[in-house]
């Protein structure tokens, strides 16, 4: 029998995780201005949406 609100929490854990980690490719590519250019996906994730972290 599935658990809800083992999914609920589990959904949520996830989501906290997702955004420490695009907060933490941010704040990276801040202090570190020579990483630019090395992962374009990094890049996007920066300009993207570095103002909303």
């Known amino acids: 029998m599935v658990d809800e609100d ?5 959904m949520e854990r996830r989501r ?9 490719v941010v704040s990276l590519l801040e202090r570190r201005r020579e990483l630019r250019g090395v992962y ?8 993207n949406v570095g103002w909303v972290v």
Do not use: T, Y
């Open 40 to 47: 374009p996906a990094a890049d996007l994730v920066a300009d």
């Open 16 to 24: 906290q995780l997702a955004d420490r980690n695009v907060g933490d």
């Open 6 to 10: 083992k999914i609920a929490e589990e």
